[in-house]
T-cell receptor
Framework: LAKTTQPISMDSYEGQEVNITCSHN???????ITWYQQFPSQGPRFIIQ???TKVTNEVASLFIPADRKSSTLSLPRVSLSDTAVYYC????????????FGGGTRLMVKP | EAGVTQFPSHSVIEKGQTVTLRCDPI?????LYWYRRVMGKEIKFLLH????????ESGMPNNRFLAERTGGTYSTLKVQPAELEDSGVYFC??????????????FGNGTRLTVT
């Protein structure tokens, strides 16, 4: 299973764009990159997923360079409610969702 | 659609007792997973059901843990006898398909288990 490395924590202010980068140097051909968000006392919640280049949905954008050894989750104009832990996971599309969670990035959005 | 529900939300038991956690996945989701976070550590995979069959139980810590999914609907995770190190949050998740692509996990809010 490909291992991921993320910053332990980040601080931001309301209205700013936040970019969280994840390293996955040993990503395999069949691996997809998925980001989850977790609030206290809740289970992780799916945010976005990608394989290469750029993916955008109503919540975030995901940038993946050509070598796929890293990815960047971009949250536009964060609000206080975006304070949460963000997990970057890499999973083999043929192996199912037996995912390996790392420590995640604890994002604190300040007023 | 209703999300993944877990019961109870909290459980406090004494060492040596038995506890059964229940998970109701999203209707129609054949794939059901159990994960747990113990002692503030990372979330770890426990096992995976496809319908009523155990697809992968490589993450189960020992034989004190028994997971079932009779009929391929809800699942239970029994801990017997519970030990102090079993304290943590147990998450259940479900997904529509087996693959990772376009079939993300939907997590419940977890059961917080405290063994005293």
């Amino acid at each position: 299973l490909a291992k991921t490395t993320q910053p332990i924590s980040m601080d931001s202010y309301e209205g700013q764009e936040v970019n969280i980068t994840c390293s996955h140097n040993n990503i395999a051909t069949n691996d997809y990159i998925t980001w989850y968000q977790q609030f206290p006392s809740q289970g992780p919640r799916f945010i976005i997923q990608g394989y290469k280049t750029k993916v955008t949905n109503e919540v975030a954008s995901l940038f993946i360079p050509a070598d796929r050894k890293s990815s960047t989750l971009s949250l536009p104009r964060v609000s206080l409610s975006d304070t949460a832990v963000y997990y970057c996971l890499v999973g083999d599309n043929n192996a199912g969702n037996m995912l390996t969670f790392g420590g995640g990035t604890r994002l604190m959005v300040k007023p | 659609e209703a999300g993944v529900t877990q019961f109870p939300s909290h459980s406090v038991i004494e060492k040596g007792q038995t506890v059964t956690l229940r998970c109701d996945p999203i209707s129609g989701h054949d794939n059901l997973y159990w994960y747990r976070r113990v002692m503030g550590k990372e979330i770890k995979f426990l096992l995976h059901f496809v319908k009523e069959s155990k697809q992968d139980e490589s993450g189960m810590p020992n034989n004190r843990f028994l997971a079932e999914r009779t009929g391929g609907t809800y699942s239970t995770l029994k801990v017997q006898p519970a030990e102090l190190e079993d304290s943590g949050v147990y998450f259940c998740a479900s997904s529509q398909a087996f693959r990772v692509h376009n079939s993300p996990l939907h997590f419940g809010n977890g059961t917080r288990l405290t063994v005293t």
